[in-house]
């Protein structure tokens, strides 16, 4: 879900169950990797970068995200070294 706020866009995220501020949030840009935005923005360096190729899976972390029009959440492993954070 995505909020505008004025004339800038602010994506919704959520780290770890928690809603992240808005203005971490804002700091998530289009070409940012998941990873690099987790580990520099977030300060949480549990994921690492391998390979870089998404072969090694150091960088593996949980997608989550609710199905339109349900009630459903469906879960997902991605590499989050090639997923870009907005696409998460």
Do not use: W
Not at 44 to 69: D, F, I, M, N, Y
Request: glycine fraction near 10%; hydrophobic fraction near 40%.
């Amino acid at each position: 879900a995505i909020r505008k706020s004025g004339y800038v866009t602010v994506p919704s995220l959520f780290i770890n169950g928690e809603r992240v501020p808005e203005s971490l949030a804002k700091q998530a840009k289009p070409n940012m990797t998941l990873l690099s935005y987790l580990r520099t923005v977030m300060g949480l360096t549990g994921s690492k970068l391998g390979c870089a190729e998404g072969g090694c899976g150091a960088c593996t972390v949980l997608v989550s995200h609710r199905v339109p029009g349900t009630q459903d959440i469906r879960h997902a492993s991605v590499n989050a070294c090639l997923m870009p954070v907005l696409a998460a």
